[in-house]
């Protein structure tokens, strides 16, 4: 080819090309010209549209507490294993089985699991004590006899004054069954149900007793579930009678395998149950209550927002599914007695059961073991859940409590003034508007409002959004959210003055 035929194709090219990426701009400029005839700019919205987030932009998540990060880090599987296996060791943990043998029984475990947690108060400096709750369960449905049954109760103390007697309770319950709940001679391995959450709670305890926290945390580990949470149940009863302020129950139970009996494996979820019409309200509440809302936004229902939160935070490989539940379908677990008497309680449990490893005589059948035994167990998995309840337990007892008598003020208006009072804490630094709206789950925006007892939302009316308010302390560390009640209506003195409902 002669070099005059190479110039002009070479021309002809840059012109295709110039041509090409004229129309390709003109193009463009038409999209974008199209596009903002019929989208309606940002300067248009509404200051409430703009403060409710409709611009696209969320809170900001807060920074990660140090402390927290490390704790997390050292929850240890193998620890969680070798307790496992310790208690599968028994035998039996039937509630009703020998308390006296040394190697096998309910007994056996109790003095184990005794020794196990005065063994990690070693490390607390005199901050954690360890004792027996004792005490005879009378005849019932599942316990033919009277019978003696001991909580096992570590009780970490908070160091600062104005919050030490705020509690937070964690559970696991170390009795075990086979399919029938009075067999006390069968073995009943447990290694699921419920060795994976009592060990979950002595690792935590072995973790965070080398820590300080503002305010008190205590592990316990229960007999009796299986035969009616009794050992739950006599805890909660005698903490109602003496006052304690349990902020907070956590119970774990079944939190063992991540493979279910519908084959599903899923070793980065835990289901944290939440009721949402309180177990104890009354009648007058309950009138309160339809009248302005707030069958989402029980205690127990903020605790579970707050663990989703923290916990999705300090363990990001894993999710916190949250189900609107008290438990599963027709169950309960040893969170039930603390709600029942005012408490905010949820359960953990693993994301699918698998039934053959529950409540069943150890056998193979039609070529199918069944039985609660440990090689169904994943240790790994188990760790992460013990991780998921340490940061959300350490979140609470470093943070301040959450606000008390927060309230919506009387009156109409397209405003919402909120009220509450004062924390006490001396390293309080404020306090946070948080909303959502009303098909939301989780609070998705916030205000902070600095250190008041009174705020108004401005444009933004309670008809159309859920409101609460969080309390924060100097380290940033927040506590669960308080959903406001309605005040008592102003008495009215001109009618003429007031709106029509």
Not at 66 to 95: C, H, M, W, Y
Not at 148 to 168: D, M
Not at 298 to 310: D, G, P, W
Not at 388 to 400: E, H, V
């Amino acid at each position: 080819m002669r070099p005059t035929q190479t110039r002009r194709i070479h021309r002809l090219a840059l012109n295709f090309l110039i041509a090409f990426l004229l129309c390709a701009s003109f193009a463009v400029a038409t999209a974008v010209r199209a596009q903002s005839k019929f989208a309606p700019a940002s300067s248009a919205l509404t200051a409430p549209q703009k403060r409710a987030g409709r611009t696209g932009s969320r809170a900001a998540q807060p920074a990660r507490n140090p402390q927290i990060l490390k704790l997390v880090t050292e929850i240890d599987a193998r620890n969680i294993e070798r307790t496992i296996r310790k208690l599968v060791s028994f035998g039996t943990r039937n509630t009703l089985s020998d308390q006296n043998d040394p190697n096998r029984g309910i007994g056996a475990a109790r003095e184990w699991l005794y020794a196990e947690f005065l063994q990690v108060a070693v490390s607390s400096g005199g901050r954690m004590t360890v004792e027996k709750q004792t005490f005879e369960q009378p005849k019932a449905a599942r316990v033919p006899q009277p019978t003696i049954l001991t909580n096992i109760v570590a009780t970490l103390k908070g160091t600062q004054p104005e919050s030490a007697n705020r509690v937070y309770v964690v559970s696991g319950h170390y009795d075990s069954m086979c399919s029938s709940p009075t067999d006390a001679k069968c073995d009943a391995p447990g290694a699921n149900d419920d060795a994976s959450g009592t060990a979950a709670v002595l690792e935590m305890a072995r973790v965070m007793a080398k820590y300080k926290f503002d305010a008190t945390i205590v592990f316990m580990t229960v007999p009796g579930e299986e035969q009616g949470l009794f050992g739950a149940t006599h805890f909660a009863e005698e903490a109602k009678k003496s006052n304690m302020d349990i902020e907070a129950m956590f119970t774990n139970d079944i939190i063992g395998s991540s493979v279910g009996g519908n084959g599903v494996h899923d070793p980065h979820t835990v289901r944290v149950f939440s009721e949402g019409v309180p177990s104890n309200e009354t009648q007058q509440e309950a009138t309160t209550r339809r009248s302005v809302g707030g069958e989402n936004d029980s205690t127990s229902r903020q605790l579970a927002r707050f663990i989703k939160e923290v916990g999705e935070r300090y363990v990001p490989s894993m999710k916190v599914w949250m189900i609107y539940r008290r438990d599963r379908y027709g169950r309960g677990g040893d969170h039930q007695p603390f709600l029942e008497r005012g408490y905010a309680a949820v359960r953990f449990t693993e994301p699918n059961e698998n039934y053959q490893h529950q409540h069943q005589n150890v056998r193979v059948q039609n070529g199918i073991q069944y039985g609660d035994l440990p090689q169904f167990d994943d240790f790994n998995y188990i760790a992460d859940v013990a991780r998921m309840n340490a940061a959300a337990l350490a979140g609470l007892a470093l943070a301040p409590a959450r606000p008390k008598n927060v309230t919506f003020p009387s009156g109409l208006s397209n405003d919402t003034p909120i009220k509450w009072d004062g924390n006490k804490e001396p390293d309080l630094a404020g306090y946070e508007i948080v909303w959502r709206d009303t098909t939301e789950a989780t609070w998705t925006h916030s205000q902070s409002v600095g250190n008041v007892q009174t705020f108004t939302m401005k444009g933004m009316s309670k008809d159309n959004f859920f409101f609460g308010v969080r309390a924060l302390n100097r380290e940033g560390n927040r506590s669960p959210v308080t959903y406001p009640r309605q005040a008592p209506r102003a008495p009215r003195t001109d009618q003429a003055a007031q709106p029509s409902p």
